[in-house]
């Protein structure tokens, strides 16, 4: 099996003015298919071609050294950018009632939820992800350093955010703060209802 880069659900300006056109093309074309094509070289010739993204990930910490690093990064970069396009999108969607209530039992609220997860992301230093992953029945909010994804903790992520330069310097600059609110109303709020209640 080889990766591949998965098209986008959307134009690349689809999500203005939000995250300009110019930030997505490089973003999917430059740096996730760098990620892939990373991926796929590690893996060449090995077993562990023939693992899903999700299995590499999750058996991280068993992997044969001299391919480890190669996949927590570019693995990992796949499989966070593939989730992130998801999360995402033009149009505006609402969370259902029963969700609501999810939020509201594991943060007190959408507000508090939201300034939360604001304030989490804000403060990664340095390249990495804010996620809200699914803790049993509940929701927390973690982070990983550089393209390390919550399933290499046995975790499952039902949100997350690209807290990388890359991800929003374009347009945001060094305003980390204002890509994070801009993300906010791009929440594909059906696609994290989804990925609550499903496996992956
Ligand atoms: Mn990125």
């Known amino acids: 099996m080889t990766f591949t880069l998965p098209d986008l659900p959307y134009a690349y300006d689809a999500l203005e003015p939000h995250i300009d056109a110019q930030t997505m093309e490089i973003h999917h074309s430059?740096?996730?298919q760098g990620y892939v094509n990373k991926l796929n070289a590690a893996l060449e010739g090995t077993d562990y071609a023939?693992?899903?993204?999700e299995e590499l990930l999750q058996s991280i910490d068993i992997l044969p050294e001299n391919i480890r690093t190669a996949v927590k990064n570019n693995g990992g970069g796949h499989r966070n950018h593939s989730f992130f396009r998801k999360i995402m999108s033009p149009e505006k969607t609402e969370p259902s009632e029963?969700?609501?209530?999810v939020i509201a039992g594991s943060f007190g609220g959408m507000d508090a939820f939201k300034k939360t997860f604001a304030d989490v992301?804000?403060?990664?230093?340095g390249s990495g992800w804010a996620w809200v992953i699914k803790k049993h029945d509940d929701l927390e909010i973690v982070t990983t350093p550089n393209q390390n994804n919550p399933l290499m903790n046995g975790d499952r992520a039902v949100l997350g955010i690209d807290v990388w330069e890359h991800a929003y310097?374009?347009?945001h600059q060094n305003k980390r703060?204002?890509?994070?609110e801009s993300f906010w109303n791009l929440i594909n709020r059906d696609q994290v209802e989804e990925n609550f209640t499903s496996k992956f």
């Open 30 to 32: 430059k740096h996730h």
């Open 50 to 53: 023939e693992k899903s993204i």
């Open 98 to 101: 029963e969700f609501k209530k």
């Open 121 to 125: 992301a804000a403060g990664v230093f």
């Open 169 to 171: 310097y374009l347009k």
């Open 177 to 180: 703060p204002d890509y994070i």
